[in-house]
């Protein structure tokens, strides 16, 4: 007779909110509340803000290099396809054939030719291993610099540990070659197998060449020949955009930007203007912003982030939740030695359910974002708890924020 016990939690939250109609809360200070994913606990570890929450939103002060970039002046993608060398036995099977046909290319092109028949089903890949390399170009780069490179099995290879790359082309989105990668690989994880068993530390396919890749062309961008420019925001915002541009006249003392839209506010230099000293003063500037009310939920992780701009209105929250458990029993049914029946496995299912009383939470006025992450806490909300009730809060209009789940 074997037993099996099953039990899961129905994820049946009841969240209530009753709304009355008192002014707006404002709180001020970030609160950040790690949940365990599914747990039960009845605390829940947060991170608290030490600023005093105020009613009124304030700007905050960030430079314009900090909120913007400047249009055309940008990082390019790089990617190639090479081969690591110089596994203990953790590349690639024989099974993958396009590390066997990458082989017998480098190996033609070196002058090493193999026999017609049976040359590529007498080579073992087993150290080494097909990759894709990837970098990133940033602005201004000139041949000879280096860059970071990233590796990545494109395989089934075990393990990338002790291997080192053959030196690789990296190509751009036209197609032409940026730069040469090759060198020994670092790595932040390892796998060991032995007797069939295997124990594994982060991720062992993926590593890194810092420095590993040399520019051998330079994406084409000379200031000289550009007469104008345009700041494209991170963040799309009219009242920023607006604020932008007045606060990089005032700085400059003359009449050169102005506001496009939301996300671009433009520039318009005088012919003689040394371009890389505008720039440098330009992106000094300091600017009003007002951040984006938002909310970030991360349901994998148990997660919840509360950015300090964001408002509460005056609710009541009644939370309770019901928990069904599923025993299975499977019994053996077996017939006498001379009977007719044959034996039979029959299981048996019993449903065991247990409903929490409802907890209640009530934020009056002066409540913070502090007061709502205690109050939770309190009640033992879980993480699933605790995105019902910040969705129910948005749905209901007490939440006024971005909500956003991971």
């Known amino acids: 007779m074997s037993r099996q016990s099953i039990s899961s939690s129905s994820g049946l939250v009841l969240s209530m909110l009753l709304l009355f109609s008192l002014p707006c809360i404002s709180s001020r200070g970030a609160a950040q509340a790690a949940l365990p994913p599914g747990g039960s606990g009845s605390e829940i570890p947060f991170l608290r803000n030490s600023a005093p929450p105020t009613a009124a939103k304030t700007a905050k002060l960030a430079r314009v290099k900090d909120v913007a970039t400047v249009e055309g002046i940008r990082d390019n993608q790089l990617v190639g396809y090479g081969l690591v060398v110089g596994l203990h036995g953790t590349g690639d099977s024989t099974q993958a054939v396009f590390p066997v046909q990458t082989l017998i290319s480098t190996l033609e092109r070196m002058g090493v030719t193999l026999p017609q028949t049976g040359g590529a089903s007498t080579l073992r890949v087993q150290n080494m291993a097909a990759v894709f390399v990837t970098a990133t170009m940033g602005p201004f780069l000139r041949p000879g610099n280096r860059l970071d490179l990233t590796i990545s099995s494109a ?82 915002d009219f009242r920023t955009a607006e604020r932008m541009a007045g606060a990089i006249n005032q700085e400059l003392k003359r009449p050169l930007a102005i506001a496009v839209d939301s996300r671009r506010v433009d520039l318009e230099p005088a ?28 349901e994998r992780t148990g997660t919840v982030v509360i950015g300090g701009d964001v408002r509460l209105q005056p609710v009541s929250i009644l939370h309770g939740g019901l928990t ?36 209640h939470i009530e934020l009056k006025k002066g409540a913070t974002v502090d007061d709502l992450v205690q109050n939770l806490q309190q009640i033992g909300a879980t993480a699933r708890d605790i995105i019902s009730i910040l969705q129910a809060m948005k749905e209901a209009g007490a939440l006024e924020a971005e909500l956003e789940v991971l």
Not at 168 to 175: I, N, S
Not at 330 to 350: E, I
């Open 324 to 359: 069904v458990n599923v025993v299975s029993e499977f019994q053996v049914s077996q017939p006498n030695s001379f009977g007719q029946g044959a034996t039979q496995v029959v299981q048996q299912t019993q449903l065991q359910t247990q409903d929490r009383p409802v907890s």
């Open 155 to 236: 395989g089934d290879a075990r393990s990338l540990e002790g291997g080192v790359l053959l030196m690789t082309p990296l190509y751009g989105p036209d197609g032409l070659i940026y730069a040469q990668g090759q060198g020994p690989l670092v790595l932040g994880g390892y796998e060991i197998t032995s007797n069939g068993n295997s124990k594994q530390f982060n991720h062992p396919t993926t590593g890194r060449i810092p420095d590993g890749a040399i520019v051998e062309r330079q994406v084409p961008l000379e200031l000289k020949q550009m007469h104008s420019f345009s700041l494209l925001l991170n963040e799309a």
């Open 271 to 298: 012919a003689t203007e040394d371009m890389p000293a505008l720039l440098a003063e330009v992106e000094a500037v300091e600017v009003e912003v007002y951040p984006r009310a938002k909310v970030v939920v991360n």
